[in-house]
């Protein structure tokens, strides 16, 4: 899929292969201050629940251990990469509560809600210490995000204006 070209767009903005190779590594979230992502979640509306090691996560699109949703709930365990854990709480930030409340599993609307929520993420991972907006561009380029200018960073800088206008017009965005 490539954010940002509505001809190729394909269902969801997450893994094209749905696996990094082994030699790959991203950031998880046993390695950030979880308590960080808590508070932007909650500041959100939206509750963080950490479920148990070998545990299911329940609402996971992609599987494990990729996070999951339900309602107002993002499911993650430390094995959860963060880029995952952050692209479905933007999923559930950027919908409307009545639509929120509906969610289980996937929330993904249309290629302007997608683009919106992969452009958020970027964002509010500048929000988490020892994440950064860089951090998880690199991140979403390993798991294999695809985009039509080749990466994370190039689509954020250089095409991603739909997004943060559709963001800006629904005040999730600062002006």
Do not use: K
């Not at 709930?73 to 709480?89: I, K």
């Not at 609307?109 to 860089?134: K, M, N």
């Amino acid at each position: 899929m490539a954010a940002g070209d509505s001809e190729r767009h394909e269902p969801g903005c997450g893994p094209a292969a749905g696996t990094v190779a082994a030699t790959d590594r991203v950031l998880v979230l046993a390695e950030i201050d979880i308590a960080a992502l808590h508070g932007l979640l909650a500041a959100h509306g939206l509750e963080l629940i950490e479920v148990p090691a070998d545990t299911p996560i329940p609402g996971s699109y992609w599987g494990e251990p990729e996070a999951g949703l339900v309602g107002h709930r993002v499911y993650v365990r430390g094995d959860t990469p963060v880029h995952s854990a952050l692209h479905e709480a933007c999923h559930l930030i950027v919908q409307p509560p009545e639509r929120r409340a509906q969610v289980h599993t996937d929330a993904s609307d249309s290629v302007a809600e997608e683009d919106a929520t992969c452009y958020l993420q970027i964002v509010l991972a500048g929000q988490l210490p020892g994440v950064g907006s860089s951090r998880l561009m690199r991140d979403m380029d390993t798991w294999g995000y695809t985009f039509r200018l080749g990466s994370a960073r190039a689509w954020f800088e250089q095409d991603a204006d739909d997004a943060r206008a559709w963001l800006l017009a629904r005040g999730l965005l600062p002006a």
